[in-house]
């Protein structure tokens, strides 16, 4: 594809810096739900010669006057061209000038919650990647920093901007952010907040006020958000040596978000679904979640705000990096195996699934229609994958020099990869050319072993990678790929520790010598490359691992495999599961291991894990028999260790009352887990039993699911639904877990009767995921055969689209597997998609997910 018959696209190499010097941004706003004036004052400077100011504005921006030092410019020399505002240079002086415009935008008519818009009756803003031109015209690019003074006006109590409190007193707050930033970090939010609020003073001893606001009536499940708060910004200050920068930190949480959460400058948003928690409404997964996004978007006030990125492309280098941060935050509070293994599990759903698929792409990709399309797991997870890959090769020592000299070098700065790997080579005298493939080729490689053995005590082991190719790049030469590897003799003990090698050509071998008997190779330990590691190995042998293995990842991973290697056999019809059920048996009944540890390792593969699995490997995937061929070996699995589950579901019931922490979060996942399986042989009996009782959120669900699968929920539903109506989080959930749990012949239609219900709110982003979300998640009915999961999908992506592109074209990607199905799912699902792509009025978010899964 070439730039000229792309006019849609935008390209990394068509870079260039902005013409003009941004010194100051004063805003002003005067609030109303459908007529809100802003007013912005732009210190602006020429960098160079005579040029055109281009501004980015919506069509959704009514220009009320614009000005230039005071004075209004001659109507010939400024017009509006699609999302842009024009001043031509003859209206402009040769030095420094304010430009100054005032627009009007109706909040009340965003429902693509982009910009400035209304969730339940409060103001908020969301401006990442680019919201912001939605509210004013500005130089709407993440190189353009400067320090913005905002005044507000609004009858609302709480006024809330970005940096330090100015002035604040009834209808009117005034804000200054002395810290040049982004316009995507901007904020504002005004409405009937209250809010709960602590103190942390820095190891430099700067006091800053922490508020977390909520709607009243939300206070008391906000405690859990403020306590991760104040952990994530001690371990920032004790492991990466960053302070946070101004007087106050407000978080701020509301009902219809796009996302998750936002970093903006002092001022977070947040999905309220990653801030309120109690044990009666949130499950512990929840409660991990919550802590990890806090700490997420409080790291990003150093990676990301401080430095931020240069251009889109550069996404990356905000994303991955925070990511690895708060991957490492959760590791330190939490069980770093288990981490570890989660977010090994996560990166495989979702990451390597969109690089076997149509929509796979690089790190950092080089072209995009539309930038809300990239902030994907191969952007914010691969991203972090590499960032560990980097430390793995540098040693804790070289990394910890490189980050605090990114931190000197590029505080301030909007930066690039090339900047981030600069930094390592200067810092850790390391060439990182080759490295750098893993920022610019997308797909997984495929890494194969095989093994050398002699007599006289040495191993050979042979390593050969291979990428297949993606859409767009047909050549992938080799990566440098880090190979943990240690060596387990065969009575059990490890023979040889942990060694990193360090893979670079296409075909590399490596010798251990001096060994008294065949060890069993303990490989890719920890997961040390996001990579399909392929290699000769029986079922002895996992099972081998399982038992004995010291790396608590590769221990799972071999459990993993020994399931994965008996699901896809029956899959096919074969034999297979044996050694599985034995094997899990005994794991599961070792109290020394960690109880968590054992939960991951009885949880089988889920359904799109298997499918996953066998089309790596060249077979197309039946859904209907991949489903049962699951279901057949849980209920295997609860029948030989029936004795064992049961005892392991009493003795892990915790006592007293809820905490989320770790522990006792692992001893819940235990016996849920035990639960699961035998409710395959119960007739969901405990689970009856379990959803009456249990006080908590986490106990109560997983008893719910496991009663919609023995086909007895239909009470348990009533009764969460009379005791949490209310409680939109609740019902999220609700919604989410019928289509999900139901049998698959029955989801899409279980689904589209949720859909006519009156509380099925479907502008609410947490509401239209939960529904089309769940009905993604069970494999087998999305996939139905008749095509009903796929319509039903199309359906509400094209209703959705109309109302917010955004979220449409997200939760198009429960297509992008099409391709690797039968012929008549293929077609189905293709003329679903057909049928997306020729909606009339489609979006150009959803246009170009569609576009890209047919192509
Ligand atoms: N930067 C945020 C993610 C985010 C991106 C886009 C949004 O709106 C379109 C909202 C949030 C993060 O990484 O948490
Ligand atoms: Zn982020």
């Not at 997870?381 to 000197?408: C, H, N, P, S, T």
């Not at 390792?601 to 490997?617: H, K």
């Not at 979300?773 to 087998?780: D, I, M, Q, V």
């Not at 509400?796 to 109309?802: C, P, Q, S, V």
């Amino acid at each position: 594809m070439t730039r000229s018959d792309s006019p849609d696209k935008r390209f990394l190499a068509d870079y260039r810096p902005y013409p003009f010097i941004l010194e100051q941004t004063t805003l002003s706003f005067d609030l109303s739900p459908d007529a809100t004036r802003v007013k912005a004052d732009l210190a602006l400077k020429p960098r160079g010669g005579a040029e055109d100011l281009e501004l980015d504005g919506g069509k959704d921006l009514r220009l009320m006057s614009i000005l230039v030092d005071g004075t209004a410019p001659d109507p010939g020399h400024v017009r509006r061209d699609g999302e842009c505002l024009i001043i031509a240079a003859a209206a402009l002086p040769d030095g420094p000038f304010t430009l100054t415009s005032e627009v009007e935008i109706d909040p009340s008519a965003n429902t693509a919650f982009e910009g400035l818009y209304i969730s339940g009756g409060m103001f908020c803003t969301q401006c990442e990647a680019e919201g912001f031109r939605h509210i004013t015209f500005y130089p709407d690019r993440p190189d353009v920093m400067a320090p913005f003074h905002v005044t507000i006006r609004s009858d609302k109590p709480v006024i809330l901007s970005n940096g330090n409190p100015v002035r604040q007193e009834e209808g009117l707050a005034e804000w200054h952010d002395p810290w040049p930033k982004p316009a995507y970090l901007f904020a504002l939010v005004a409405g009937d907040l209250v809010a709960i609020s602590d103190s942390f003073t820095t190891k430099s001893g700067r006091d800053a006020a922490l508020n977390v606001w909520v709607r009243p009536g939300d206070e008391d499940r906000a405690g859990f958000a403020m306590e991760s708060l104040i952990k994530s910004m001690k371990w920032d200050e004790d492991v990466y040596g960053r302070e946070y920068d101004l007087d106050v930190f407000n978080i701020v949480a509301v009902d219809d978000f796009n996302m998750g959460a936002m970093e903006n400058k002092g001022l977070n948003i947040f999905n309220s679904k990653l801030v309120l928690a109690s044990p009666e409404t949130a499950t512990d997964a929840d409660y991990e979640r919550i802590e990890g996004v806090i700490a997420h978007e409080y790291f990003h006030n150093w990676t990301g705000n401080r430095i931020t990125c240069r251009d889109w492309f550069q996404l990356c280098l905000k994303e991955g990096l925070t990511v690895f941060r708060d991957q490492q935050f959760t590791s330190d509070m939490r069980s770093a195996p288990v981490k570890r293994i989660g977010d090994v599990q996560t990166l495989r759903a979702r990451q390597f699934r969109e690089d076997q698929g149509p929509l796979a792409h690089p790190v950092r990709p080089e072209e995009y229609e539309e930038i809300n399309n990239f902030y994907t797991a191969t952007v914010y997870e691969k991203g972090a994958e590499v960032i560990g890959m980097l430390k793995r090769l540098v040693g804790d020592d070289g990394y910890a020099k490189a980050l605090d000299l990114y931190f000197e070098r590029h505080d301030g700065d909007a930066a690039t990869i090339e900047d981030w790997l600069k930094v390592f080579e200067d810092a850790t005298g390391r060439d990182l050319a080759q490295f750098k493939r893993w920022y610019t080729d997308a797909g997984t490689p495929h890494l194969k072993m095989t093994e050398e053995w002699s007599d006289d005590g040495r191993l050979i082991l042979n390593f050969s990678q291979h990428t297949p190719p993606t859409p767009g790049q047909d050549e992938k030469p080799p990566r440098v790929i880090p190979i943990a590897v240690g060596l387990i003799g065969p009575n059990g003990d490890e023979v040889a520790a942990t060694r990193m090698l360090e893979m670079t050509e296409a075909e590399q071998s490596f010798t251990f010598n001096d060994l008294g008997a065949r060890p069993v190779v303990s490989a890719l330990r920890g997961f040390s490359a996001p990579v399909i590691l392929e290699r000769q190995i029986d079922n002895a042998t996992r099972a081998f691992l399982l038992a004995h293995d010291t790396d608590p990842f590769a221990r799972w991973e071999a459990g993993r495999d020994l399931a994965l290697s008996a699901l896809t056999a029956l899959a096919q019809g074969q034999e297979g599961g044996g050694e599985y059920v034995d094997a899990i048996g005994q794991l599961a009944a070792d109290a020394s291991a960690d109880p968590a540890f054992r939960a991951l390792c009885l949880n089988l593969p889920g359904e799109e894990e298997i499918a996953t699995r066998l089309s790596a490997s060249g077979i197309t995937p039946d859904p209907d028999a991949i489903h049962m061929a699951r279901n057949g070996l849980a209920r295997r699995v609860a029948e030989a260790h029936a004795d064992l589950l049961s005892s392991l579901y009493d003795e892990m019931a915790v006592s007293g009352p809820y905490s989320p922490d770790a522990g006792a979060a692992a001893r819940r996942a235990l016996r849920i887990a035990a639960l699961g399986l035998l409710n395959r042989i119960d007739r969901g009996d405990r689970a009856e039993v379990l959803f009456g009782t249990a006080g908590n959120m986490t106990e109560r669900m997983a008893a719910l699911t496991c009663l919609i699968r023995r086909g007895r929920g239909h009470a348990a539903l009533e009764a969460l639904h009379q005791q949490f109506g209310d409680n939109r989080l609740v019902m999220d959930k609700w919604f989410a877990v019928q289509p999900m749990a139901a049998p698959p012949e029955d989801a899409a239609a279980i689904a589209r009767r949720l859909s006519e219900r009156d509380d099925f709110d479907w502008k609410n982003p947490n509401r239209f995921r939960s529904l089309l979300g769940g009905l993604a998640a069970n494999h087998a009915g999305f996939h139905a055969e008749d095509g009903a999961g796929y319509d039903f999908t199309a359906d509400w992506l094209m209703r959705m689209d109309r109302v917010n592109p955004q979220i449409a074209a997200r939760l198009s990607t429960a297509f992008e597997t099409w391709p690797r199905y039968d012929a008549d799912r293929r077609s189905r699902a293709r003329a679903a998609l057909e049928r997306m792509a020729g909606m009339e009025g489609i979006s150009r978010n959803l246009r170009e997910m569609v576009s890209r899964m047919i192509a």
